[in-house]
């Protein structure tokens, strides 16, 4: 069964950094690409970022770039966001998505349950 | 990038009822397009995937069609469980935007 959970969520102040962590199982982590989609309180669904299977393409929302970085460990069965700069509209339930395909973000066929990420002061 | 827009933006049908959520792309995106249902305090989950194909493990009262830039999800009788918020997503191009949603009620 596949299974994908986040963690790393919390409480920061505008202008700090936090990171994000997705644990995988279920499948062979380093065949499909991997996805952040956030979603503010009360609004819809945000594409944030995606990265390919073996890592080596990494993709941006224009609202996050320069500030958030993705990575993944294909050892851990990992994926991470570095998120730095963080303004209080960042602030959101953040979820992992496992996309069908390994190279661009195009379906995502399973989903973590979600981490909140809340920028305040 | 590509605009995606979902109509109506909420939308109260009874148990039994068809419904049908429309999507329209601001420009050709193919059949690259998905459906997902997302039901309160809980992730988003797969329905369609390529425009007109049932993900797996998915009830045959949920359908799409389309391509292009017209796109129509339906559901052809309306269950309670049914109550959620759908999305439409395109990944022809990036970034793979979502429609803003259309939310579901029981009347």
């Known amino acids: 069964e596949v299974q994908v959970l986040e963690s790393g969520g919390g409480l920061v102040q505008p202008g700090g950094s936090q990171r994000l962590s997705c644990a995988a199982a279920?499948?062979?982590?380093?065949?499909?690409?991997m996805s952040w989609v956030r979603q503010a309180p009360g609004k819809g669904l945000e594409w944030v970022s995606s990265?390919?299977?073996?890592?080596?393409?990494?993709y941006y929302a224009d609202s996050v770039k320069g500030r958030f970085t993705i990575s993944r460990d294909n050892s851990k069965n990992t994926l991470y966001l570095q998120m730095n700069s963080l303004r209080a509209d960042d602030t959101a339930v953040y979820y992992c998505?496992?996309?069908?395909?390994?190279?661009?973000?195009?379906?995502?066929?399973?989903w973590g349950q979600g981490t909140l990420v809340t920028v305040s002061s | 990038d590509i605009q995606m827009t979902q109509s109506p933006s909420s939308l109260s049908a009874s148990v039994g009822d068809r419904v049908t959520i429309t999507c329209q792309a601001s420009?050709?995106?193919?059949?690259?397009l998905n459906w997902y249902q997302q039901k309160p305090g809980k992730a988003p989950k797969l329905l369609i995937y390529?425009?007109?194909n049932l993900e797996t493990g998915v009830p045959s009262r949920f359908s799409g069609s389309g391509s292009g830039t017209d796109f129509t999800f339906t559901i052809s009788s309306l269950q309670p469980e049914d109550i959620a918020t759908y999305y439409c997503?395109?990944?022809?191009?990036?970034?793979?935007?979502f429609g803003q949603g259309t939310k579901l009620e029981i009347k």
């Open positions: 420009q050709d995106i193919s059949n690259y």
């Open positions: 279920g499948f062979t982590f380093s065949s499909h690409a």
């Open positions: 390529d425009a007109s």
């Open positions: 997503q395109q990944y022809d191009n990036l970034p793979p935007d």
């Open positions: 998505a496992k996309d069908s395909y390994g190279g661009n973000p195009s379906k995502f066929d399973s």
């Open positions: 990265i390919s299977g073996n890592g080596g393409r990494t």
